[in-house]
Each structure stands twice: as C-alpha cells, then as structure tokens.
C-alpha cells in the first residue's frame, strides 16, 4: 500500500494545478463537485491521504475534499472523491495568474506618410517605404552602425572572392513567405533577373549592369543572366564583369531590389508586372509584418508576422495614414492618432509646430541635415533645351536664396552638386551660377532663344498652397529673362511613368533622397546605356563614372568624382535649386532599440540626427521587428 502514496500525491498536484491555471476558473471560493475534467483518461483515482508542503501557510484542520470544477479539453469522470490533508487558499493563486494571462490590447503603431502609393511594386517605385520596410526583405541591409557597415537580412552571411568580382550569398534556412512557402534562391534568381529585363520597367537596370551578363540579357540578346547561378536552394552567387566595391549596396541594400515570390507570378509575362494586381491586391514578402488592406488614399494597415525568421514582431499592427499637409499631421500627432510625423520644414506653420514639440517632453524632435535635393531635371532629347547655355540661364534666372528664406523658411541651402554627399564637396561650387537675370538673358540670346518658346514642366499634383506658391515665384523669375515655363500637373505613376519609361518630357522638378553612394546616381541618371532619364550622354564622363565604381578606396574615388561634378556643372543636365533639410517629431512612446540615447534637441537650430524615423535615414528599417510601444512617462 505504501507504493500508491505517490501517485495520489501526484494526481491531487495535477488538480490543484490544472484548477490555477485554466482560463476559465474566476478568482472566486471554489465548490465541492465529485466530476474533474482533466486532459487525458485517468483508469482510476486512488483514495489516499497525502501531505503535501506548500510555500503559503496551510492550516491542517480535517480531511476537506478539493473544492473546484475545472474544464479543460477532455472530460472524464471520476467516481470518487479525491481528499487531501489540507485547506488552501486557492482564491488568490488563480486571480494571479488569471491576471497574467488574461489578453494584452493590441500594440498599434499609427504613422503617417504624405505620398500617395501608386502601386505597391518594389520593381518600379510609387511604393511608400512604410510598406517596403515591413512587408518585404532584402538580401543585405545597410547597418552604419556595424563596423562592416552591413547586417545580414535574408542573406544570413556572404563571401566575397580574392579577386572582386564574385559575391556569394547564404540565405537563412527559416526564411519563408506570408503564405508559408519557402523562401529559396530561385526567388533571388527570379527578383533579379526581372529586375535587369527591360520589359518590366525596372529603376535597377543601371544599378545592376556590373552582373555578368546583364547587359546581353536586358538587350533580349540572351535568354538568362549569366552571372546569377543558383548553387543550391538556399546559395547564389552573382559574378560581376569587373572588380566593385559597391556590388553589396547596390544588389543588396536598395528597397527597390526587395525579393519577390517568384511563386506568386506564375504565367506573369514580364511585360505585365507593371499592371499585375498581385501588387495591390495581396501583396507577399517575407518581412516582419504581413499586408492585410489598403483603403485608397486613406491608409494602408500590416499584422505581425507569426513566423518571421527573426522572431515574432513586438508591436501587433502598423497603420499608415495618408496625410498630405504638414498642419493635418501635426493635428493628428496632438490627437495621439499617429505616433511619428517627417516632412519637410521651414514654413511658418512648421517652425511653431517644432517649437512646440521641443518643448513638449512627450516628444523626440529631430532633423536630417541635407537629406533632399530639390531640382530641375532637363530632357536633353528635347530641341528646346538642347543646347547647355538654356541650362545655365535657367538657373541663373532663379533667386535661390529668396526662394529658401520665403517658401521654407530658410531651411535650406544652395548646393551646387549632383550627389548630395559632403565627402567629396567643394566649397567654391556653392557660389557657381549666382542669381543673374542679366547674365540668363545674354545666354538665351547667344543660344537664339525665342521667347515665345514654352517649356513644359511636368509635376507631381502640388498638394499645398506653400509648394504652389513656391513653383509661381520660380515661374516669374524665369518669366523675367524670356523663359516661358508651363507646369503640367499629373498623378504620381504618371510622373514616374513619363520620367523613367517614356521619356514624354522637357524638364521636371524633382526631388532626389540621398544615395548610399554617388554611383548609384550618376549610372542610374546620366549614365550611356543605363535608365539615363535625362538623356544625357558624355563618353568620357562615362569612363570617370566606371573606373569611379571599380575604385575600392574612397581616397582614390573622391578627384575623380570631382571631376565628374566639375563636368557636370558645365553641362548641366540637371539643375540643382536647393538642398533642404527634413524635420521629424516622434513620440517618445514609440520606442526602438538604442534611441534612448539621444540628446534631446534645444532649439530649431539645435537638433541631433534621428536616423532612425529620419526620411531617408539608413537605419530606419534595420530591425521594425524590434519596435514597441510603450506607457508615456
């Protein structure tokens, strides 16, 4: 008899347990009842007294029977009562951990954008980063604060050969899609082939032409890329014409080289991926948080994603907000309803909503020095603004410092560059092209400029008074020399459409988000052979572009980047207005890994960097999956 002790020790355990830890039981006295339901059969229940030590104080009066109904999946009856040795407090223990299971609100990061998706294909552009950064993968992303200065995405580790001119990748096992297919290396192969096949209407063909093979490929003169081989189904290896220091930023780190299911597009023609609905119907990636709905013009939402390689998110949902005004924004930022707002600064309005913010000590304010180039780009295939001396009197008719102290509030800078990196600057080029309408005149007329001549200038839909106010005084001071500018307002694809695709255009006011690297400008803009939307062609500029890109040390690179600028400003193929800063208030609700550390900013002209939510920061989506929410202090 001594040996059925311990089971009945154990199974009066099992009761006592299973009644603290199921969901159903309220922290309530529980009742005497002969029925136990318990998760697996039972034969038979021992009756035996048991003693049985617990932490809290158990009074020993007389043999009580259990005094709960407990539920869980299977029900079995017990026909006897099973009796310990002891009165337990049961009332507290349950409302403990009632308590701590009992379900969590919902974490829901609400933020705001002022671009429109106009569709939500990486390949192409018009997709919002809120959306790249959560739903999609890339094979490497840019980590400034890593000594490589690069951090393993879907690539768990990469080798690079002795030569250069070799790059393979390792993708991680775990890896899968939003619809629990595996992610595998010929969905690498597929993202990247469709990327450098000119039927797609890819923005990475330029990017992508140091890859074996690509130029014959994008030409229809080969059927594959020969430098993408697939080794096995989780290993690629990406062979290269030359020797390139920049393979890993300009394969791996750009949202726009995002993997792509190749499973999704089955029976897709290349052609058709521009009007494919997958891109806005139910767009798949592999990335922290899987898309769920889009409410055009009004927000899109993303869940977490169960099965992310690198674990669960921490935040539930993300909610985007589309949001065109910077007033409409800051009222939505004061209400709660968004957690984070990044526009450009300047204005009147703005400058009291960051002294606002500053001191308010809920918040995080920061700016991000010379992140956007404001600019006209010129269409060298147009008759009208063939000939450079156009180009330099366009710019000498503008007053570029008025414009930045009356539209933004000086927030801005004249830059006389094409790649908005300081490394290789030159502090003379700021005074190039000074605001001289003498001067404009006398090269339109050296160019036989008719001033009856219109140029068309295409544009995004202006969506504020201030930016229209703005385009109106540069159209008069340009009017003042003879040039007669027409702005044409379209909707945002069909700007990027005319831009990339067509080349339907004369000039466009363009805003360009800073580069990784000066090379990715140059060979995707003004480049022979590549996208080269200006069309622009200079053979010896396109010699200094390449032996720039096969340069390794950045010493070597910066004379010949010089020299290119230095050709450039001659030429003008693009006409840099200003250079401008964005603002960017956050709450301190919202909180990502390291961001503690700021130093909090003072004053308008006293804000430390935040590359974290900074609009073009390269930080912004190194782990969203890390992200939370928490209680305001």
């Known amino acids: 008899m001594k040996k ?100 969590r609100d919902p974490k829901i990061l609400r933020i705001s954008t002022n671009f429109v998706p106009g569709d939500f294909n990486t390949m192409t552009g018009g997709t919002p980063k809120e959306f790249i950064w959560a739903v999609t993968s890339v094979l490497v992303k840019a980590d400034p604060t890593s000594a490589e200065g690069y951090r393993g995405d879907l690539a768990e580790s990469w080798e690079v050969n002795e030569a250069g001119d070799s790059y393979t990748f390792y993708l991680r096992k775990n890896a899968v899609w939003h619809d629990g297919v595996p992610v595998t290396a010929a969905d690498v192969e597929w993202t990247y082939t469709m990327l450098l096949n000119n039927a797609t209407g890819s923005r990475s063909m330029g990017k992508l032409a140091m890859i074996k093979g690509a130029a014959a490929y994008t030409a229809g003169e080969a059927d594959s890329v020969e430098g993408i081989v697939v080794i096995d189904d989780h290993t690629i290896r990406f062979d290269q014409e030359y020797a390139n220091s920049l393979f890993i930023q300009e394969a791996g780190t750009t949202f726009e080289r995002a993997i792509l299911p190749k499973h999704a597009f089955e029976g897709v023609a290349p052609g058709d991926l521009r009007q494919e609905r997958f891109f806005f119907d139910s767009p798949i990636g592999s990335g922290p948080f899987k898309f769920e709905k889009y409410v055009e013009g ?155 001549t219109e140029v068309t200038c295409t544009i995004i839909a202006v969506g504020s008074e201030e930016a229209r106010a703005m385009l109106a005084a540069e159209q008069a001071m340009l009017a003042e020399v003879g040039f007669k500018l027409v702005f044409k307002e379209v909707a945002l694809m069909v ?50 572009m390449d032996a720039a890109g096969k340069t390794i040390a950045r010493a070597d690179r910066i004379p010949l980047y010089q020299e290119i600028n230095e050709e450039m400003l001659t030429n003008l193929p693009l006409a840099p207005v200003y250079l401008k800063d964005w603002w960017t208030i956050v709450s301190k609700r919202w909180y990502v890994p390291g961001i503690g550390d700021m130093r909090p900013a003072t004053s308008l002209s006293d804000m430390p960097t935040f590359p974290i939510v900074a609009k073009h920061g390269e930080v912004y989506n190194l782990s969203p999956h890390l992200w939370d929410l928490r209680d305001a202090n």
């Open 4 to 103: 059925l002790w311990l089971p009945a020790f154990l199974l009066a355990v099992m009761l006592i347990s299973a009644a603290c830890t199921s969901e159903t039981v309220a922290p309530e006295t529980v009742e005497v009842v002969k029925e136990v339901v318990v998760e697996r059969e039972v034969p038979k229940v021992i009756e035996k007294q048991v003693v049985v030590e617990v932490e809290k104080e158990v009074v020993v009066e007389r043999e009580v029977p259990v005094v709960e109904k407990v539920e869980v999946e299977k029900q079995v009856v017990v026909e006897k009562e099973v009796k310990v040795v002891q009165t337990v407090v049961v009332e507290k223990i349950v409302e403990k951990i009632v308590e701590k299971e009992a379900k």
């Open 298 to 452: 009004q927000y899109f939402r993303m869940v977490a994603n169960e099965d992310y390689y690198l674990g669960r998110p921490v935040l539930d949902e993300v909610i985007v907000s589309i949001i065109l005004s910077s007033e409409a924004a800051q009222i939505a930022f004061q209400r709660g309803e968004i957690h984070a707002m990044s526009f450009d600064g300047g204005t009147d309005a703005t400058t009291e909503m960051f002294q606002d913010a500053i001191d308010d000590p809920g918040t995080n304010v920061a700016a991000e020095d010379g992140s956007t180039l404001i600019s006209y780009a010129f269409n060298s295939r147009s008759p009208h603004l063939v000939d450079p001396r156009i180009r330099q009197a366009f710019l000498h008719a503008l007053d570029r410092q008025k414009l930045i102290d009356t539209f933004v509030g000086g927030n801005g800078k004249i830059f006389n560059s094409f790649m908005t990196h300081g490394w290789y600057q030159k502090a003379e080029w700021r005074d190039r092209y000074p605001y001289d309408p003498e001067k404009a005149k006398a090269l339109l007329a050296e160019a036989g400029w008719d001033s009856d």
């Open 495 to 544: 700007w990027v459409d005319t831009f990339y695709e067509t080349y339907d255009w004369e000039t466009i006011r363009v805003t360009f988000g800073v580069f990784g690297d000066p090379d990715g400008f140059l060979k995707f803009h003004v480049r022979t052979g590549s996208r080269n939307a200006m069309g622009y062609a200079n053979a010896e500029t396109d010699a200094k």
